[in-house]
């Protein structure tokens, strides 16, 4: 390979390297959780999750993807109802493995319907569990 081809190589390599650098400083919610091992979660997945339930209680919103921090949405685009109920899921698989009360209310929340201009989870097996915990605590 010539010089100038080397050259070419290295500065497309570069921005392409530049590219995925700026998508490293967005969090996508979706492939966040949908590569999620919800079985063993670890300390800083639960504060990830954490985080995007005070998204729910806050801006009653979730959205797709947000800046690497939590912060601020980068986007308009609202998490899709598969991810929703799945987060719900989680929420709910926390606050029984753990006795964490945040996670329950957030789940209860989202089931209630407080996400604006987002599909409320239907799931059957959703509402049984979210009556199973209510009557544990009771």
């Known amino acids: 390979m010539s010089y100038e081809t080397s050259v070419e190589c290295m500065l497309k390599l570069e921005v392409n390297f530049a590219a995925d650098h700026l998508m490293a400083n967005v969090f996508n919610t979706e492939a ?3 590569n999620l091992n919800w079985q063993n979660l670890d300390a800083c997945e639960v ?3 954490s985080k995007l339930c ?4 806050i801006s009653h ?4 993807r947000y800046s690497s921090d939590l912060n ?4 308009d685009e609202l998490l899709a109802i598969q991810y929703v109920e799945f987060f719900c899921g989680l929420c709910f698989w926390i606050a ?3 006795a964490d009360m945040q996670f329950l209310n957030c789940g209860l929340k989202m089931l209630d319907g407080v996400l604006i201009e987002q599909s ?13 915990l ?5």
């Not at 919103?61 to 797709?64: A, N, R, T």
């Not at 601020?72 to 986007?75: D, H, I």
Request: glycine content about 0%.
């Open 47 to 49: 504060a990830v999750l």
């Open 134 to 138: 209510l009557e544990t605590i009771n």
């Open 32 to 34: 966040f959780l949908a």
């Open 72 to 75: 601020k949405p980068e986007t």
């Open 120 to 132: 409320v989870p239907e799931n059957d097996c959703l509402l049984d569990w979210a009556n199973q």
């Open 54 to 57: 005070r998204k729910v209680e």
């Open 61 to 64: 919103h979730l959205f797709s």
């Open 96 to 98: 029984e493995t753990r």
